[in-house]
T-cell receptor
Framework: EADIYQTPRYLVIGTGKKITLECSQTMGHDKMYWYQQDPGMELHLIHYSYGVNSTEKGDLSSESTVSRIRTEHFPLTLESARPSHTSQYLC????????????FGPGTRLTVL | KNQVEQSPQSLIILEGKNCTLQCNYTVSPFSNLRWYKQDTGRGPVSLTI?????NTKSNGRYTATLDADTKQSSLHITASQLSDSASYICVVSAGNAGNMLTFGGGTRLMVKP
């Protein structure tokens, strides 16, 4: 089982709140990713990082922001949550290697009321 | 545009029966193809990975095939168990500098007693 953790697992908040979703991995992986997944739908990449101080936007436009100050930590922040942000957020990491296998965390299910 | 299409979208089978899930892709250049299993509310877990030169790979009761010429893959599940109920996602990695992944929409499998 992969050593990648996400907290909280479930979050219900009101509109306008600022939230941070935490993601940590203990595998020393350089690359980390955030995906958004609506129920029964495919994963969409919203952010990724090649390493410390590197952040890039993914295929799906997102109002969230990320930071990568430490190798093992890749938090995602929403400055002002809206109901349209309700979704599951999955964090993943991988080595900087050819086969690029990504290990996923358990996900955070966010509900914005 | 890179795409991965899976069929069927959903499938119901009886415990003990076999089933085959299909994946067609148009990802170029091709690097590798993975099948992931995603339990409800959890992150995906890798089942198999195949590169261009491999045409079959097994992991217990799961056997994946790859035809790089027709750009098709299949995942065969033998003697299904209730715990096989999950979404199965086909993921193709492009052989470019970013090594980004293209996700299929998944097949939702339900195994009934």
């Amino acid at each position: 089982e992969a050593d990648i953790y996400q907290t909280p697992r479930y979050l219900v908040i009101g509109t306008g709140k600022k939230i941070t979703l935490e993601c940590s991995q203990t595998m020393g992986h350089d690359k980390m990713y955030w995906y958004q997944q609506d129920p029964g739908m495919e994963l969409h990449l919203i952010h990724y990082s090649y390493g410390v101080n590197s952040t890039e936007k993914g295929d799906l436009s997102s109002e969230s922001t990320v930071s990568r100050i430490r190798t093992e930590h890749f938090p995602l922040t929403l400055e002002s949550a809206r109901p349209s942000h309700t979704s599951q957020y999955l964090c993943a990491s991988s080595e900087y290697a050819t086969y690029n296998e990504q290990f996923f965390g358990p996900g955070t299910r966010l509900t914005v009321l | 545009k890179n795409q991965v299409e899976q069929s069927p979208q959903s499938l119901i089978i009886l415990e003990g029966k076999n089933c085959t899930l299909q994946c067609n892709y148009t990802v170029s250049p091709f690097s590798n193809l993975r099948w992931y299993k995603q339990d409800t509310g959890r992150g995906p877990v890798s089942l198999t990975i195949m590169t261009f030169s491999e045409n079959t790979k097994s992991n217990g009761r799961y056997t994946a095939t790859l035809d790089a010429d027709t750009k098709q893959s299949s995942l065969h599940i033998t003697a299904s168990q209730l715990s096989d109920s999950a979404s199965y996602i086909c993921v193709v990695s492009a052989g470019n500098a970013g090594n980004m992944l293209t996700f299929g929409g998944g097949t939702r499998l339900m195994v009934k007693p």
